[in-house]
Nanobody, 125 residues
Framework: QGQLVESGGGLVQAGDSLTLSCAGS????????MGWFRQASGKEREFVAA????????YYSDSVKDRFIISKDDTRTTVYLQLNSLKPEDTAVYYC??????????????????WGKGTLVTVTS
């Protein structure tokens, strides 16, 4: 079955940038839609961004649109989330997710059903 492994989280200041990475371990997700969600302390997990298997379709939540960029590498095995102009309210555990069965997703990533363990991003003011 494999797993998704996130990396790149850390402590940054408001206005800084950070890039998160997610890759499959034990299997490739090169033909799967992938995305990112986040969960702040005391809040529900929320959709952040998603990308189709070939990178041609991308989706963002309104709260990160124009600041975050989702992408895949040329081998399509790693998905990145570039976080720009970070704000304290972006502080959360960021989870990578993939669709088990589809190369495509939608604007809320509702079919992304395979999860990583998350990486913490903390933004200080």
């Amino acid at each position: 079955q494999g797993q998704l492994v996130e990396s790149g989280g850390g402590l940054v200041q408001a206005g800084d940038s950070l890039t998160l990475s997610c890759a499959g371990s034990g299997r490739s997700f090169s033909t799967n839609a992938m995305g990112w969600f986040r969960q702040a302390s005391g809040k529900e997990r929320e959709f952040v961004a998603a990308i189709s298997w070939n990178g041609r379709s991308v989706y963002y939540s309104d709260s990160v649109k124009d600041r975050f960029i989702i992408s895949k590498d040329d081998t399509r095995t790693t998905v990145y989330l570039q976080l720009n102009s970070l704000k304290p309210e972006d502080t959360a555990v960021y989870y990578c997710a993939a669709s088990r069965t589809s190369g495509y997703t939608n604007s809320a990533g509702t079919n992304l059903d395979f999860w990583g363990k998350g990486t913490l991003v903390t933004v200080t003011s």
